[in-house]
């Protein structure tokens, strides 16, 4: 997937907009001249769009963005009025991370550290997790799959994107405490 970032200053007539874009050819800073007469939101940023796919603008703003030069001030008429863009990258998306990991829910840490020494001295963890976990995973042995980050809780991301593989951490959450062994990352 190609994304692109790009700057925008918008504003209502031609004439105003090839002012504004030879001002800022001159040497004047661009956030600033956003800042100044932008009438966008993204003008708080200095008219920062942030990343976005081909798409997710009008058409008229998505062709400069994805076909045109990069890091040269476009004037394109929109639908919105008159812009004075400058596409700052484009490139391929960067892959999502992912992560496996597999994990015991209880409701004590106390539990918890039990359990986790159990499999320490060689407890399989799957037969612990199918025994007194509290999350429908335990049916699998506790395996969750595949996921990326944001899809589990905050502390729960954490140590899945960010912990020591093939180690058990125990994390607290708002659903208990859990005993997490991250097995793949990529």
Do not use: W
């Amino acid at each position: 997937m190609i994304v692109a970032s790009a700057r925008h200053i918008l504003v209502d007539s031609e004439e105003k907009c090839l002012a504004l874009k030879a001002e800022i050819e001159a040497g004047a800073d661009f956030a600033t001249v956003a800042k100044e007469n932008s009438s966008c939101p993204s003008k708080d940023n200095g008219g920062e769009l942030g990343e976005f796919t081909q798409g997710q603008m009008v058409p008229e703003f998505d062709k400069v963005c994805f076909n045109d030069e990069i890091n040269v001030l476009h004037v394109v008429k929109t639908q919105f009025g008159y812009h004075i863009v400058e596409v700052t990258s484009r490139g391929e998306a960067p892959a999502m991370p992912t992560a496996s990991a597999r994990h015991i829910l209880v409701d004590t840490e106390e539990k918890c550290l039990a359990l986790k020494s159990e499999i320490e001295a060689g407890a399989d963890f799957a037969t612990v997790a199918m025994a007194n976990s509290s999350c429908p995973s335990k049916n699998s042995g506790g395996d969750l799959g595949e996921f990326k980050p944001g899809q589990m809780v905050p502390e729960f991301d954490k140590v899945c994107f960010d912990g020591e593989l093939n180690t058990l951490h125990v994390v607290e959450t708002q659903f208990g405490f859990h005993i997490v062994e991250v097995t793949s990352r990529s």
